[in-house]
């Protein structure tokens, strides 16, 4: 039987889905692995194969990868990485940030602290603090994203990434190419310090690259003619699989009630707005252009476990009158900051007053937050978002189902849960739906 395997690496752990020209899942396996080592990818990676039963790897006609969002390293030209990785939430120094400033162009989401940008301005720095003659044998270095490097260990072409990834890279993702204001800056810091950084080629994501390495088709027993696919970032799948499609349609939207609240949708407009941390990922269709635009709220269930363990959550939520609006008007936030839908990085959280009924409170709470969702799709509506048609709902407050009537109230759309949540559900579908209909890009 034909199958696709999708494979996630997350903040925590690894995780790998194999799925049939259907959707349904025939395996799946998870390996816990630190994203701060990257001896311990490699191995993830291989159990997860390793893991698959043989029938289901003798089946597989594609896998894709999909990893953390601007988690980036360095490698020499065969592949080597020659440091440990750069991981999504480590920020680079100010003077970085004010370097990357002087040549990317104002309110680009690659002037964050995090991007990948920065990251590279930071390696190149390091690079030509380094020792010389050790930079001209590794030459040419090559700068890749976590979902790039996994992926070269399966098929074996240096330098490839897809347009998810490679958007906080700088990546031109309407044009199609490297903006010449970053190739301009890499060219000319090529000629001050001789330091010779390769940047990855672009696919679309889901496109075939090439064969799954012989030798590892042998080694596992796995099809010999099974395609890599480039891959996506963790969040686009997340996406891919609540809304059970890498092609969603225009007003699919995704509600991620996990430990913060964050809204996507599929727009035919794209929005871009460093403010409210909004940016858009493009989707091709066979018809058109798509846009998977989003936006996190602070916030969501990190708020709830400051005052309810996951029992008493459930407990107190059965009791609460969902139908009736709770009158108490918060605006639940772990700490101070907020960015979407209100830019203001000195908003304080409000949670008075406090009734002594924990029931009452908690309806309080979920009803404010339901208000916040509300308000972030409809910042996205006034921005020029397309409308939305459903919202799928995923993360550990969708099982809620007060929460989901009171959201209901809120929000005039159908409210339905997400069709599958892991990750490497999504990517999964991203490798079959490239597989069964390649587009002609
Ligand atoms: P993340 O992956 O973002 O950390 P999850 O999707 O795993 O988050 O969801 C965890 C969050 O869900 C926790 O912050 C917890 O407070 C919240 N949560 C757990 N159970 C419930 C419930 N019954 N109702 C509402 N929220 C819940």
Redesign the pocket.
Known sequence: MNLYLGIDFGTSGARAIAIDAEGVIHATARFEYSIRDISTWEAALFSLLEQMPLEVRQGLQAIAVDATSATVLVTDAKGQPVSQPHIYSDACDAQIVALVKTFAPQGHTVLSATSSLAKLVQAIAQLADGDRAKNLLNAPYYFLHQADWLSFLLHGELGISDYHNALKLGYDVAQLCYPDWLTYWLESEFNRCQIEVQLPKVFVPGKAIARLKPELAQKFGIHPHCWICAGTTDSTAAFFASAGSSVPTVGAAVT?????LVVKICSQVRLDDPRYGLYSHRLDTDREILWLVGGGSNT??????QF?S?RE??EF?DRIPASQPSHLDYYPLPSKGERFPIYDPDLLPRLTPRPDDPVEFLHGL?ESMAKIEARGYELLRSLGASPIAQIYT???????AA?TDIRRRHLAVPLVPAIQ?EAAYGTALLAQQNILHPQSM
């Open positions: 991620s009630l996990g430990s913060t969501g269930g990190a708020v709830l476990k309810f996951d959550l459930q939520s979920l995923a993360g550990g407050g969708a099982k809620n929460w949540t």
